[in-house]
């Protein structure tokens, strides 16, 4: 059953565009997460938010940035996309165990 | 930095044959999780667990803290099983999570 909902699916945009996506748990969970899959199918770390405070950014550029109404929503918003950016962005919420949304996929032209 | 390690990178079994998938990790880890994605597909969570061992259905994940390795047993594969396994391990009080690459598993009748 999915409780972590993420919105769009996919996305396709040219360099130079900004871009928002959506990430909402329904599990009540104080953490959430933004992960980034390349193309080599790897995993890796953006961001986490804990009851609304940054907690981590691992070494992501600035055009990157969270954003968070309450601890139930974290979106992502990339300002100036470049082609690099394309990719799968998972949003993720925790108690301890993590449970991820289905990804939205980004193309950059 | 942190890393994580799975082996093997792939592998391919006859239906009901019995798989183990490793897991080795660089850093003192909170514990592991295991997930399970299809090709395109959302992350699903498996099993997690800080130490010892802990079932689910055919899964058995295996947790060696101290020796800083994991493993996941499955039992009596079925074709449905095929695609990719990812361990990960979580560290810190934010339980932020390190993936490894993945083993690609391929179950055929």
Known sequence: ETAVFQTPNYHVTQVGNEVSFNCKQTLGHDTMYWYKQDSKKLLKIMFSYNNKQLIVNETVPR????????????????????????????CASSYGEQYFGPGTRLTVL | GQQVQQSPASLVLQEGENAE??????????????????????????????????????????TVTKERRGS??????????????????????????????????????
């Open chain 1, 63 to 90: 055009r990157f940035s969270p954003q968070s109404s309450d601890k139930a929503h974290l979106n992502l918003r990339i300002k100036s996309v470049e082609p690099e950016d394309s990719a799968v962005y998972l």
């Open chain 2, 21 to 62: 998938l490793q897991c080795n990790f660089s850093s003192t880890a909170t514990r592991l999780q295991w997930f399970y994605q299809r090709p395109g597909g959302s992350l699903v969570s498996l099993l997690s667990n800080p130490s010892g061992t802990k079932h689910t259905g055919r899964l058995t994940s295996t």
């Open chain 2, 72 to 109: 996941l047993h499955i039992s009596s594969s079925q074709i449905t099983d095929s695609g990719t396994y990812l361990c990960a391990m979580a560290t810190g009080g934010n339980n932020k999570l390190t993936f490894g690459q993945g083993t690609v598993l391929s179950v055929i009748p």
